[in-house]
């Protein structure tokens, strides 16, 4: 299933590094999101738009994981030639990733 099924996204910038914050729907699904969303799947997932480390950040009181891409933004809002030099698009792109849940 797609993340986008349990989960929503937000994301914000400062200069080549983005940040997306992965958030519950449902608190009781943050175990799983936690177990499957990894910084390496998160990297992977991304492939050559992120050129940086991915670090995550466990936020557990409130069932959200924060990642944050370092050079993911082609150079940042005043050098990239990207069409969303912002970055704001990577958060729906996360939710494409695929994990394995019961539909249930």
């Given at each position: 299933m797609k993340l986008r099924e349990l989960a929503h996204s937000r994301t914000g910038n400062r200069g080549d590094t983005s940040n997306?914050?992965?958030?519950?729907?449902?608190a009781g699904d943050y175990p799983l999101l936690r177990d499957q969303v990894?910084?390496?799947?998160?990297?992977?997932?991304?492939?050559d738009i992120v050129a940086g480390e991915v670090i995550r950040y466990e936020l557990e009181t409130i069932g959200a994981l924060d990642f944050?891409?370092?050079r993911a933004l082609g150079g940042g809002v005043t050098r990239s030639l990207a069409l969303d030099a912002h970055g704001?698009?990577?958060?729906?792109a996360l939710l494409d990733l695929e994990?394995?849940?019961d539909k249930d």
């Amino acid at each position: 299933m797609k993340l986008r099924e349990l989960a929503h996204s937000r994301t914000g910038n400062r200069g080549d590094t983005s940040n997306i914050s992965l958030i519950a729907f449902d608190a009781g699904d943050y175990p799983l999101l936690r177990d499957q969303v990894t910084a390496a799947r998160v990297k992977a997932h991304f492939g050559d738009i992120v050129a940086g480390e991915v670090i995550r950040y466990e936020l557990e009181t409130i069932g959200a994981l924060d990642f944050v891409l370092h050079r993911a933004l082609g150079g940042g809002v005043t050098r990239s030639l990207a069409l969303d030099a912002h970055g704001k698009s990577l958060s729906s792109a996360l939710l494409d990733l695929e994990i394995e849940a019961d539909k249930d």
